[in-house]
């Protein structure tokens, strides 16, 4: 049996050959500077043509569904330190007006990219939490973090 029998559904893009061989790689990836994740990703090459690619178009749907699961990981953890940090989800939701359910959801993995950017700002800048239930109130800001205000 050839090593690519298994492989019956996929072909060389250009010649159309089943006749490649395929190589895998693991890369990692930054979701943030401390969280990565690792993809496995094939490479194929037309042993007729000598094409190289992604003849199977997997590698896509494996880098998403790798972030994906890396995103949630992120999100769940992001929200627990918060937690931990003395900020209740309901607190959470009040000061940056949102619904507590969009931050149940978050937590449960289900976390959206302006999500993903929110959590990523507050895990390193938490103090923006106060700031944010005190209604971006420039006076708070000029009291509390003179250096972070804006000039306009
Ligand atoms: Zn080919």
């Known amino acids: 049996m050839p090593a690519n029998a298994l492989n019956a559904e996929i072909f ?11 190589q895998s790689q693991s890369i990692e990836h930054k979701l943030t500077m401390s969280v ?9 090459t037309c042993n007729l043509c000598h094409m190289v690619g992604d003849f199977s178009n ?6 998403t569904n ?11 953890k992001a929200i627990n330190s918060l937690n931990a940090m003395g900020y209740t ?16 959801k978050w937590k ?3 976390c959206s990219n302006s999500g993903l950017a929110l959590l990523k700002i507050l895990i390193e800048f938490p ?11 420039r006076q708070y800001i000029l009291k509390t973090h003179p250096n972070y205000i804006t000039k306009n």
């Not at 060389?12 to 395929?22: A, T």
């Not at 997997?58 to 880098?63: G, I, L, P, Q, R």
């Not at 989800?89 to 149940?104: E, I, M």
Request: negative net charge.
């Open 12 to 22: 060389c893009p250009v010649c159309g050959s089943k006749d490649f061989h395929k």
């Open 127 to 137: 103090f923006i939490i106060e700031v944010a239930a005190n209604d971006f109130d």
């Open 108 to 110: 449960a993995g289900a």
């Open 58 to 63: 997997a590698n896509d749907d494996t880098f």
């Open 89 to 104: 989800n309901s607190a959470l939701a009040r000061a940056l007006g949102l619904s507590p359910r969009t931050l149940h």
């Open 66 to 76: 790798a972030k994906n699961i890396a995103v949630a990981e992120f999100a769940t």
């Open 36 to 44: 990565t994740f690792m993809v496995s990703s094939n490479s194929f």
